[in-house]
C-alpha cells in the first residue's frame, strides 16, 4: 500500500476515484465500484465524498503518457 492515491486516467469510468481508491489499497475497480455503488443505498454523504475526492486528488499524468 505504497502507492500515491492519484487517480488514473488509463482505468477510470467517470473521474476515475475508485479506480485511484482500489489502487491505493490494493484491489480491483471494479470491486471498489460495487462498494461504493452498494454504500449509496446507504444514507450519508458518499455522493459529496466522490465528488471532493475528484476535485482534490491529482490526476495521473504518467498513465496517460502513453495514450498521444
Known amino acids: ?3 500515491a492515491l492519484v487517480r488514473p486516467q488509463n482505468t477510470k469510468m467517470i473521474a476515475g476515484v ?3 481508491l482500489a489502487q491505493r ?3 480491483s475497480a471494479t470491486t ?3 462498494i461504493f455503488v ?3 443505498l446507504l444514507p450519508g ?3 459529496l465524498l466522490y465528488l471532493a475526492l475528484w476535485i ?3 490526476a495521473d499524468n504518467k498513465s ?3 495514450a498521444w
Open 38 to 40: 452498494a454504500s449509496c
Open 18 to 20: 475508485c479506480a485511484g
Open 1 to 3: 500500500m505504497s502507492t
Open 64 to 66: 496517460r503518457a502513453g
Open 45 to 47: 454523504p458518499q455522493f
Open 56 to 58: 482534490l486528488l491529482p
Open 32 to 34: 471498489m465500484r460495487v
Open 25 to 27: 489499497f490494493g484491489t
